[in-house]
């Protein structure tokens, strides 16, 4: 090999490694790269169980666009099919099966929501529906395919393990799913499989089903999953911990600048394609003091998803909110009878709470005001005149229209 394609073979290797958690192999995705004599076929697989996008998706796929800037065709699954099983990754107890209806709708956003991140030309992306062949197998084929594994190997995944010592109920559907998730692999012909630490028994069962119908096994890059607002749990919709790829700017804004100092290493490397050196000295609080640091960073992902003058006035509104303590220039209208009503009905109305329970949390939080004035008695009645303005914790605000 010469030393200018060793160079850049190196300089390929430094890029898609960045920020992975682990890869199996690093010597075999070095070997598949020297030897490609046409674009390595890159999965990525994604159940449409929830109907948005957040930023922990976007790390795989971030990963992915990388491999496509490289001239690699990104495989995109939508498991339509294998969201009827339910992933257990992860999981205490079998996943809720979903209808075909559910898994439909929440499917429809998908595509446009990845198209925010991946390079959606023709030549570069491949969006395939598992339905296409999953539903055609015989229960023969699945039979066979199921001959593929062993039960004690798939007693090795952590949470089957865990459930069982606690004496929970692990179902034979289960079983399936790891093994329909790598036959995607050989229908496919994946080179590559991308995934987050919870995927990795998955993607490594890809490996075997692969070699059973006598393909190469594909490369398995592991990317970290990515920690929520909380600084705690992953980022998770269910969990109110998340930033929506197709959320205003504005709030996407508010919501990094949210995240524990702790986390702006982990985000920058994660979430953005600044140089290592640089995001050094930006979380670096001797060089540059944290709020700076995360403005940076949340004007970049801002920046990512929509453009740079959104990112600059989603800024500046910030800055004009939180740092004057001003209220936005624009924000939602609350429409409400003229009268009487529950402190806890108008923030639920308001949809800044999505149950009575959320909203009295909020309230005994300390985290809801009218024109300023805080609210703190859960069994309050207000009589909220037309113009005021409901604030519900940080970056939620709403003018009350009387009807």
Request: include cysteine; proline fraction near 5%; glycine fraction near 8%.
């Amino acid at each position: 090999m010469s030393q200018e394609k060793q160079t850049d073979i190196d300089g390929r290797m430094e890029l898609l490694l960045r920020g992975t958690e682990a890869v199996y192999t690093t010597d075999a995705l070095r070997k598949r790269l020297e030897e490609a004599t046409k674009p390595l076929r890159i999965k990525l697989g994604m159940d449409p169980t929830a109907p948005d996008i957040h930023l922990g998706h976007s790390v795989v796929l971030g990963k992915m666009r990388q491999f496509q800037d490289l001239g690699h065709k990104a495989v995109l699954i939508i498991g339509d099919y294998t969201a009827r099983i339910g992933d257990p990754s992860g999981q205490n107890t079998a996943r809720p099966t979903l209808s075909p209806e559910q898994i439909q709708d929440n499917a429809k956003t998908y595509f446009q929501q990845a198209g925010k991140i991946l390079d959606t030309a023709s030549g570069k992306l491949e969006i395939r529906y598992n339905s296409e062949w999953l539903a055609k197998l015989t229960m023969v084929d699945v039979i066979h395919l199921m001959a593929k594994k062993t039960v004690a190997q798939m007693l090795q995944r952590e949470s089957f393990k865990n459930r069982l010592a606690a004496d929970q109920d692990v179902f034979l559907h289960e079983f399936l799913y790891p093994v329909v998730q790598g036959y995607d692999s050989v229908v496919v012909e994946a080179d590559v499989e991308l995934g987050g630490t919870d995927q990795t028994f998955n993607c490594l069962v890809g490996r075997d089903i692969q070699r059973a119908y006598d393909q190469q096994p594909q490369i398995v890059l592991v990317m970290p999953l990515l920690v929520g607002l909380d600084g705690v749990e992953k980022m998770s919709k269910s969990k109110g911990n998340y930033v929506g790829v197709t959320d205003p700017p504005n709030d996407m804004f508010g919501k990094v600048m949210s995240i524990p100092d702790t986390l702006m290493e982990n985000y920058f490397t994660l979430l953005t394609g600044l140089p290592a050196e640089r995001i050094t000295k930006l979380v670096d609080s001797e060089k540059t003091h944290p709020r700076d640091a995360k403005a940076a960073l949340a004007k970049t992902i801002v920046e990512r998803y929509y453009d740079q003058p959104a990112a600059e006035a989603a800024a500046d509104e910030f800055d004009r909110v939180f740092s004057s303590k001003q209220t936005p220039t624009e924000m939602p209208e609350i429409t409400i009878p003229t009268g009487t009503i529950g402190i806890i009905g108008l923030v639920v109305q308001a949809g800044f709470a999505k149950s009575n329970g959320e909203a009295r949390r909020l309230i005994s939080q300390n985290a809801v005001s009218i024109d300023g004035d805080k609210i703190t008695d859960t069994e309050a009645d207000v009589s909220p005149q037309n113009g005021q303005i409901l604030r519900v914790g940080k970056r939620r605000f709403g003018k009350i229209v009387l009807k």
